[in-house]
Nanobody
Framework: QVNLVESGGGLVQTGGSLRLSCAASGGTVWQFAMGWFRQAAGKEREFVAAVSWSGSNADYADSVKGRFTISKDRAKNTLILQMNSLKPEDTAVYYC?????????????????WGQGTQVTVSS
């Protein structure tokens, strides 16, 4: 079972950028598809982005398309989420997760391993 640890969250102003990282240990980010989800206070956990096992295919929620980029860093065995043009509505705890399959999926129930999350707060 892979252990996932997120980092890179923080407080940023509207329009700013953050880069989230998800370090994997006890496994590799390259074996399966992985994704990012977020959960705002009082709301359900929602899909943000996913990338295939090879890193060649990615899917995004409509709300972040064109602003966020998901990728894998082979050398560091890390999943990355580059977030640009941040908005107050992006404020949430962000979680990385890994599936047991090769292809992207937006369904949280397809993800078997989860990190503890990192807080992102965007001020207006």
């Amino acid at each position: 079972q892979v252990n996932l640890v997120e980092s890179g969250g923080g407080l940023v102003q509207t329009g700013g950028s953050l880069r989230l990282s998800c370090a994997a240990s006890g496994g590799t980010v390259w074996q399966f598809a992985m994704g990012w989800f977020r959960q705002a206070a009082g709301k359900e956990r929602e899909f943000v982005a996913a990338v295939s096992w090879s890193g060649s295919n990615a899917d995004y929620a409509d709300s972040v398309k064109g602003r966020f980029t998901i990728s894998k860093d082979r050398a560091k065995n890390t999943l990355i989420l580059q977030m640009n043009s941040l908005k107050p509505e992006d404020t949430a705890v962000y979680y990385c997760a890994q599936t047991r399959g090769p292809g992207t999926t937006s369904r949280k129930y397809d993800y078997s391993d989860w990190g503890q999350g990192t807080q992102v707060t965007v001020s207006s």
